[in-house]
C-alpha cells in the first residue's frame, strides 16, 4: 500500500482542517488506517485510528471530540477532519495502516510522506 497525505496547512487557533490520505493499491481496504503526528523535538505519537470497517474509531485523549477520522474504502481514501484547534496541534501529521485498529506506532508497516499543520495563536 502506497500512501499520499493532504491537506496540511497555516490555520488561526480555533480554525479547522481536514486532512486526506490516498491511497494505491486495492489491499487499502483490508487495512485500519491511522493517523500519528509528531512536533519538532517530540516523539511520534498517536492521533487518531479507524477499523477496516470503518466502523469502530479510537482517538488520542489530546484530540478526543475535536478531531474525527473516517474512510471511504470505495474511493480507497481516508480523512482526519480537525476542528478547535490549538497550536500545540502543530506538527506533521502522517497516515498510515496497520492489520488492526491500534494505537502501537510499530504496528503500522505503511506510512505516507507526512504533511504539515501549523496553528497560530
Known amino acids: 500500500v502506497q500512501l499520499q497525505a493532504s491537506g496540511g496547512g497555516l490555520v488561526q487557533a480555533g480554525g479547522s482542517l481536514r486532512l486526506s490520505c490516498a491511497a494505491s493499491g486495492r489491499t487499502f481496504v483490508s487495512y485500519a488506517m491511522g493517523w500519528f503526528r509528531q512536533a519538532p523535538g517530540k516523539e511520534r505519537e498517536f492521533v487518531a485510528a479507524?477499523?477496516?470497517?470503518?466502523?469502530?474509531?479510537d482517538y488520542g485523549d489530546s484530540v478526543k471530540g475535536r478531531f474525527t477520522i473516517s474512510r471511504d474504502n470505495a474511493k480507497n481514501m481516508g480523512n482526519l477532519q480537525m476542528n478547535s484547534l490549538k497550536p500545540e496541534d502543530t506538527a506533521v501529521y502522517y497516515c498510515?495502516?496497520?492489520?488492526?485498529?491500534?494505537?502501537?506506532?510499530?504496528?503500522?508497516?505503511?506510512w505516507g510522506q507526512g504533511t504539515l499543520v501549523t496553528v497560530s495563536s
Open positions: 498510515a495502516t496497520a492489520p488492526w485498529l491500534s494505537r502501537v506506532l510499530r504496528e503500522y508497516a505503511y
Open positions: 479507524v477499523s477496516v470497517s470503518g466502523i469502530r474509531m
